[in-house]
C-alpha cells in the first residue's frame, strides 16, 4: 500500500506528492519514526520548537492512518545514579 509522509512543521503544512510503499501501517509507522529522528538531527530544519511538528501519514484515498508527533521519536536515556 501506498503512504504519504505529509509534515506539519509549526504552521507549515508540507504535503508528500510522491509517497512511499509499505505492506502495512506498521512499517509506515515505522518509517516515519525514522524520518522524524533524520530530521531532528538535522541542521537543515530547525524550527522554533519541535513540539509542534508532526507527520501526517495518509493512504491512498487521502484517509489519515496514523499521526505521528517528531517529540514521539526522542530516546531519553537512563542516568546511572
Do not use: H, K
Amino acid at each position: 500500500m501506498r503512504y504519504f509522509f505529509n509534515i506539519q512543521l509549526e504552521s507549515d503544512y508540507l504535503p508528500d506528492r510522491d509517497g512511499q510503499d509499505f505492506p502495512d501501517a506498521d512499517a509506515a509507522w515505522e518509517a516515519a519514526r525514522a524520518a522524524a529522528r533524520d530530521l531532528m538531527a538535522s541542521a537543515i530544519v530547525q524550527p522554533s520548537s519541535w513540539r509542534d511538528c508532526r507527520f501526517e501519514v495518509t493512504d491512498g484515498r487521502g484517509e489519515i492512518v496514523l499521526e505521528y508527533p517528531f517529540l514521539e521519536a526522542v530516546e531519553v536515556e537512563d542516568r546511572p545514579d
